[in-house]
T-cell receptor
């Protein structure tokens, strides 16, 4: 019973393509996040949704568009993929009232 | 930007206690101290958090100084599986506040 599950685990695609990464949590959390970890291993927040509403939107190219159909799901769609988008993308969830985040196992995106 | 300072790397012997320090001299009264770790290629894992008092759970203990300007994460009996990057983060308990990761401490547990 995976608490935060991401699909796919690996994604290899060509420049210019459009791709989506899906995330689902079964913890009953009301807040979900996307983080990006680049080749230098820095983890940076991209987006945060609370009960389907966007509450954090970092300086991310508008080619990245998150969508939250319900509070258990937060998907990430990326248009016109570039080489620099290659990274590991982590989904996470938490309660808005506080406490720790639970992270998924990551999606390794490689743009060639 | 991360508001914490951690040594880039540490090591300890298997079975011994691992004490990981963290400085957060600009911490505000509403900010909690969180610890996470990331084992190679896996997603970050929540360990423990606290505000003022020392905290203990099945994974670790968190010791926060009285002035709250620094803290120490203690793994009482480190195992090889504890080798990971450990992140100390300060954050308010509100979803509008970001969990900002710094560069962390790379802990190597030696056999």
């Amino acid at each position: 019973d995976t608490a935060v599950s991401q699909t796919p685990k690996y994604l290899v695609t060509q420049m210019g393509n459009d791709k989506s990464i899906k995330c689902e949590q079964n913890l009953g959390h009301d807040t979900m996040y996307w983080y990006k970890q680049d080749s230098k291993k820095f983890l940076k927040i991209m987006f945060s949704y609370n009960n389907k509403e966007l509450i954090i939107n970092e300086t991310v190219p508008n080619r990245f568009s998150p969508k939250s159909p319900d509070k258990a799901h937060l998907n990430l769609h990326i248009n016109s993929l570039e080489l620099g988008d290659s990274a590991v993308y982590f989904c996470a969830s938490s309660f808005s009232a506080g406490g720790g985040y639970t992270f998924g196992s990551g999606t390794r995106l490689t743009v060639v | 930007d991360a508001k914490t300072t951690q040594p880039p790397s540490m090591d300890c012997a298997e079975g011994r206690a691992a004490n990981l320090p963290c400085n957060h001299s600009t911490i505000s009264g509403n900010e909690y101290v969180y610890w996470y770790r990331q084992i190679h290629s896996q997603g970050p894992q929540y360990i423990i958090h606290g505000l003022k008092n020392n905290e203990t759970n099945e994974m670790a203990s968190l010791i926060i100084t009285e002035d709250r300007k620094s803290s120490t994460l203690i793994l009482p009996h480190a195992t090889l599986r504890d080798t990971a990057v450990y992140y100390c983060i300060v954050r308010e308990e509100d979803s509008s506040y970001k969990l900002i990761f710094g560069s962390g401490t790379r802990l190597l547990v030696r056999p």
